[in-house]
């Protein structure tokens, strides 16, 4: 299958800071990623979908100016989280999709583990 | 609006038992898709199936076996000979060109 990476695997930072999290398709270009958050023992939720040369389309509830995403090129969408505080620790993870219209499937990266001190 | 439900929050087997993991859905769409993912504790989503609304014929994949039945809304997911490996948390979802909705998860483990 196709290989989406995330980087860091895992940071730590001090309440206040702005962290961010880069999400790579390795082997194919995703014109549309995805960033979902999960909390320990929850499901995935969807924060927003990251689509390659416009803006982020943001779920209800999660506010676009803390967590700005910026997908500037077919292979990269990052996610900054600014101003971090402890209840944004969480693990956060991407997800490229691959296929073309009603064939898709999604492929999602390792995951980042971000706590906030 | 779409909905994935799997009622099984955790599962324990003995290693070397069947175990199937349960998954039912709910959309207005008629034509979708439905995914199972493995994720193991590492934390990495791994991809195990995608079905397509019109397939309702069941797959096999080595020890792992996808039955879905449109009539009840269920796509079901059986290992057979369970292995400790197996031990992780089992993803069912459903999507077509939108992001995938995913179910709360069931927690498998398989103690030796």
């Known amino acids: 299958g196709a290989v989406v990476s995330q980087h860091p695997s895992r940071v730590i930072c001090k309440s206040g800071t702005s962290v961010k999290i880069e999400c790579r398709s390795l082997?194919?270009?995703?014109?549309?990623m995805f960033w979902y958050r999960q909390f320990p023992k929850q499901s995935l939720m969807l924060m927003a979908t990251?689509?390659?040369?416009?803006?982020?389309?943001?779920e209800q509830g999660v506010e676009k100016d803390k967590f700005l995403i910026n997908h500037a090129s077919l292979t990269l969408s990052t996610l900054t989280v600014t101003s971090a505080h402890p209840e944004d620790s969480s693990f956060y993870i991407c997800?490229?999709?691959?296929?073309?219209?009603?064939?898709?499937?999604?492929?999602f990266g390792p995951g980042t583990r971000l706590t906030v001190l | 609006a779409q909905k994935v439900t799997q009622a099984q929050t955790e599962i324990s087997v003995v290693e070397k038992e069947d175990v199937t993991l349960d998954c039912v859905y709910e959309?207005?769409?008629?034509?979708?898709?439905l995914f199972w993912y493995k994720q193991p504790p590492s934390g990495e989503l791994v991809f195990l199936i995608r079905?397509?609304?019109?397939?309702?014929q069941n797959e096999i994949s080595g020890r792992y076996s996808w039955n879905f039945q449109k009539s009840t809304s269920s796509f079901n997911f059986t290992i057979t000979a369970s292995q400790v490996v197996d031990s992780a948390v089992y993803f069912c979802?459903?999507?077509?060109?939108?992001?995938?909705?995913f179910g709360k998860g069931t927690r498998l483990s398989v103690i030796a």
């Open positions: 997800s490229a999709r691959v296929g073309h219209l009603d064939m898709y499937t999604q492929y």
């Open positions: 082997d194919f270009q995703a014109t549309t």
């Open positions: 990251s689509n390659e040369g416009s803006k982020a389309t943001y």
């Open positions: 959309t207005r769409d008629t034509t979708y898709y």
């Open positions: 079905r397509n609304s019109f397939d309702e």
């Open positions: 979802a459903l999507g077509r060109n939108t992001p995938l909705v």
